[in-house]
């Protein structure tokens, strides 16, 4: 099993900032990819931004260039840093871990979720 949890969200500005962490415990060598997801009510939960366990990121189209994924193996963390947000942006995004299944990776593994709110 693998735990997840994440931390960073909160209130900001539209064109201002976050770094939303997630620290994963437990049998992470099985893990070949984190990502971050997010969601908003009455709709489907969206990839934001993911990254194999060779450093590969990916991002969705809507946040190239204002997002980045980044990991600390010493730390067994993601981070999820956010700039130039929007109101577009307001979601509660979960942390994800993904095994390799065949050539897909599917995410397994799920944090609470953690809100983030960008006012205009």
């Known amino acids: 099993q693998v735990q997840l949890v994440e931390s960073g969200g909160g209130l900001v500005q539209a064109g201002g900032s976050l770094r939303l962490s997630c620290a994963a415990s437990?049998?992470?060598?099985?893990?070949?990819?984190m990502g971050w997801y997010r969601q908003t009510p009455g709709k489907q939960r969206e990839l934001v931004a993911s990254?194999?366990?060779?450093?590969?990121?990916n991002y969705a189209d809507s946040v190239k260039g204002r997002f980045t994924i980044s990991r600390v193996d010493a730390k067994n963390t993601v981070y999820l840093q956010m700039n130039s947000l929007k109101p577009e942006d307001t979601a509660v995004y979960y942390c994800?871990?993904?095994?390799?299944?065949?050539?897909?990776?599917?995410?397994?593994?799920w944090g609470q979720g953690t809100q983030v709110t960008v006012s205009s």
């Open positions: 437990g049998t992470i060598g099985s893990i070949n990819a």
């Open positions: 990254i194999t366990s060779a450093g590969t990121p």
């Open positions: 994800a871990a993904a095994r390799l299944r065949s050539t897909l990776f599917i995410f397994d593994y």
